[in-house]
């Protein structure tokens, strides 16, 4: 199993960046998926979560109306589009599977101007 996130970068607020995640070595189109992200000395929270069809979604409070989570299950890819990012959005984002314990090597997301 293999989960590997990129598109992190420098973004100025208010701008967009997009995240993706490519994986490899189980069924995607099976499992519902997650963004978590690390913000500097504080604890892994979840960002968003989308279901193995895409057809449901969820988001954390802080990112609700600004970030978009999507699949495309022929591409074994998911994405989060980060739109009007803030400097509080700053950190290392994740990909992870909802069930087991995998993740992506993490992409670094800094918001600043």
């Known amino acids: 199993v293999q989960l590997a996130d990129s598109g992190g970068g420098l973004v100025q607020p208010g701008g967009s960046l997009r995240l993706s995640c490519t994986v490899s070595g189980f069924p995607f189109r099976s499992y519902a998926m997650s963004w978590y992200r690390q913000p500097p000395g504080k604890e892994r929270e979840l960002v968003a979560l989308?279901?193995?069809?895409?057809?449901?979604?969820d988001y954390a409070d802080s990112v609700k109306g600004r970030f978009i989570i999507s699949r495309d299950n022929t591409k074994n890819t998911m994405y989060l589009q980060m739109n009007s990012p803030k400097p509080e959005d700053t950190a290392v984002y994740y990909c992870?599977?909802?069930?087991?314990?995998?993740w992506g090597q993490g992409t670094q997301v800094t918001v600043s101007s």
């Open positions: 992870s599977r909802v069930r087991g314990n995998y």
């Open positions: 989308i279901s193995s069809d895409g057809t449901n979604t």
